[in-house]
């Protein structure tokens, strides 16, 4: 899926309050099963609840706090997922792009993973429409090589990272591993 726990932060207490609305935890994604169930509406109050819990400690306009700019994208995917509708894709990006606009070491690749990710749903969306067209589209062709070069920026300074002194321990984290393993 792209999504996993952030590193920084990940007891802070936003993160708590949002535990309950939304797990995003690598291997148990329960909420999409709840939402098909629930139908969209239920999922799209609890989703929308979840950013107001966000809008009271951020302003997702200005902010540049990598733990909230993701936490905001994997909203926006949910929403997707729910939904899918594009608009909460490109949301997602935004929000994604944001935080990986901030460093890549940062956040340990987190946003910037996601981004690839969401750019490279995006870039599928665009090119099956360009395909039924019977065209090319410069988008999709653009997306895919932005979501490349993310993932090499990640490769080339997230990676070596585990190799910092006091870092050893990240080569056993499944967020660290799963990142350098999705990049």
């Given amino acids: 899926d792209g999504v996993q726990k952030s590193p920084a932060g990940a007891g802070s207490s936003i993160a708590l309050r949002l535990q309950h609305l939304l797990d995003l935890r690598p291997k148990r994604f329960p909420f ?6 629930l139908g969209t509406d239920a999922a799209d109050v609890r989703l929308d609840r979840a950013l107001d819990i966000l809008r009271q400690v951020e302003n997702l306009q200005r902010t540049v706090n990598q733990e909230t700019l993701g936490i905001a994208g994997a909203i926006h995917k949910r929403k997707w997922e729910v939904d899918s509708r594009k608009q909460h894709l490109e949301r997602a990006l935004d929000y994604y792009l944001r935080g990986y606009s901030q460093g890549v070491t940062r956040d340990f690749g987190y946003t910037g993973i996601n981004a690839a990710q969401v750019l490279d749903l995006l870039a599928d969306q665009e090119a099956l429409e360009a395909r039924r067209a019977g065209e090319e589209n410069q988008s999709a062709i653009q997306r895919q090589q932005q979501a490349r070069e993310i993932r ?26 799963a990142t350098i393993a999705e990049a």
């Fill in 152 to 177: 090499e920026t990640i490769v080339r300074e997230v990676e070596p990272l585990a190799d910092v002194a006091g870092n050893a321990n990240f080569k056993n984290e499944f967020w660290f591993l």
């Fill in 32 to 37: 999409l099963v709840a939402d098909r169930e």
